[in-house]
């Protein structure tokens, strides 16, 4: 729990979060304690609320996993509805994004308090492991928040041109300093800078699993340059995140009768958020027919991961979080290692090596086909690899928010891959590479900062 000081000061300094004029005059009061020792900063970024909860779900909502009846997308809160077909507008009725936009930059600025903090506590022998701990993790935090807000509100990385807007930087606690959008490459060049300084300090084995790691620091750096296009690395980080830790979950020991099938913190889980899901509770969405119709009859994953309602229509279930986490159904949003493991086949069939592609492949393949049923999969060529790969890789993590990031990839270097709803009886479409593939930032932000929006 955080100490009552660090409360108050994170309340006093939030101006920068709370896009309201009224608050920008607001200063603290140099009366309250501010957070100084090394216990201070871990407690703040312990605060699993803010800093593992709540993980964007904009990309998912945009994606292709679901779709809804007439019924269910009038249930949906505004900007989700909106963000369902694509709208030009999605905040038409709000003027805030509490958790895509607002809660990713607090974990920001909790980062930075963190980092500004640490670096004048001195370093000693005994308190070295502690020091390296809060260091690591701020770096992680506040790179991993960059990273998902670069995947909704700027274009993908293009292996043809890295011009146009990126993010808006925040890379101190100074609630003062000035918004303003960074260019792209400036953008993915500080993620790139915050994963890799994460490495230098973060513990093989977390304390916690909310807690991020060395192996959580290679495994979003595998990620990072898998949106990047870059091969060779996405294979390096993905290798070094594997070797440290490697485990998988047997879905053939899972109950797929209960509630939630795949327990919470499980062997496979590297490090443990949360998305935000609303949208993806039980009963408020319909599991695609053509994403369920792809699994083989003897795939365990058809029963783990999804459930019908009384209509016979399909849901999702399959949530890495155990299900019930803060009185709610949450939806998984972290990473795990079956993820790394389809990164690493990727990377190595992209690069050329079948083999070895085969294998990361037929790993995760081996745990979910019922016991006596699996088949080793074979390729001819790398072509035949990589479709092999990235078929089980949308069977495999669905509704974790990165088909988002593979539509936006993919479509990037060729995949014409076009998302259709139909919603009361008017078609939408999203061809590929569109604008809307880039989400708009929220009105408060804009009018208060007078940054450039984002074309829809």
């Avoid at 041109?161 to 792209?184: E, K, M, Y």
């Avoid at 327990?263 to 949208?279: K, S």
């Avoid at 393949?365 to 699996?374: A, D, Q, V």
Wanted: contains cysteine; aromatic residues 12%.
């Amino acid at each position: 729990m955080l100490n009552y000081k660090i409360i108050w000061f994170v309340l006093a300094s939030m101006v920068m979060l709370s896009c309201k004029k009224d608050w920008i005059e607001v200063k603290s009061d140099k009366s309250l304690d501010v957070p100084t020792s090394i216990e201070d900063f871990q407690a703040m970024l312990d605060n699993a609320v803010i800093m593992n909860d709540n993980r964007p779900s904009l990309g998912e909502i945009s994606a292709d996993n679901y779709y809804l009846t007439d019924a269910l997308w009038d249930s949906w809160v505004s900007i989700n509805r909106n963000a369902h077909i694509w709208a030009g507008d999605i905040y038409s009725e709000i003027t805030t994004d509490q958790f895509n936009w607002n809660t990713s930059y607090r974990q920001v600025f909790y980062a930075n308090i963190a980092l500004e903090g640490i670096d004048k506590v001195e370093q000693q022998g005994y308190n070295a492991a502690a020091w390296n701990n809060v260091k690591g993790s701020a770096l992680f935090f506040r790179g991993e928040a960059f990273f998902n807000l670069s995947q909704l509100f700027s274009k993908p990385y293009s292996l043809t041109g890295t011009d146009g807007a990126g993010i808006p930087l925040r890379l101190n606690a100074n609630p003062n300093d000035a918004s303003v959008r960074s260019g792209l490459q400036q953008t993915y060049d500080q993620i790139l800078s915050d994963l890799q300084g994460s490495v230098d300090y973060l513990p093989v084995i977390p304390l916690y699993k909310t807690r991020p790691s060395k192996p959580a620091a290679y495994a979003l750096l595998s990620r990072f340059y898998l949106v990047k296009q870059d091969y060779v690395n996405g294979l390096k980080y993905a290798d070094l995140c594997l070797k440290l830790y490697d485990s998988l979950l047997d879905y053939n020991t899972l109950n797929a009768n209960a509630t939630f099938p795949i327990p919470a913190l499980n062997r496979e889980v590297i490090f443990m958020t949360t998305m935000e899901n609303a949208a993806f509770l039980p009963g408020t969405h319909i599991v695609d027919s053509n994403l369920y119709n792809g699994y083989d009859l003897n795939d365990l994953r058809k029963k783990i991961l999804y459930r019908a309602n009384t209509a016979g229509q399909l849901y999702f279930n399959g949530t890495y979080t155990g299900g019930a986490l803060i009185q709610n159904s949450r939806t998984f949003g972290g990473i795990a290692t079956d993820e790394v493991y389809l990164t690493r086949a990727e990377c190595y069939a992209r690069t050329g090596n079948i083999t070895a592609a085969m294998d990361d492949l037929n790993a995760v393949m081996s745990k979910r086909m019922k016991t006596g049923f699996f088949v080793p999969f074979t390729a001819a060529n790398s072509g035949d690899a990589l479709k092999l790969v990235l078929q089980e890789r949308r069977k495999e993590t669905p509704f974790r928010g990165l088909r988002w990031l593979d539509l936006r990839r993919l479509n990037s270097e060729g995949a014409n891959i076009t998302l259709t709803r139909t919603v009361k009886g008017q078609l939408y479409t999203l061809p590929p590479n569109d604008p809307k593939y880039v989400l708009p930032i929220p009105p408060d932000v804009i009018s208060l900062t007078g940054m450039n929006q984002n074309e829809r």
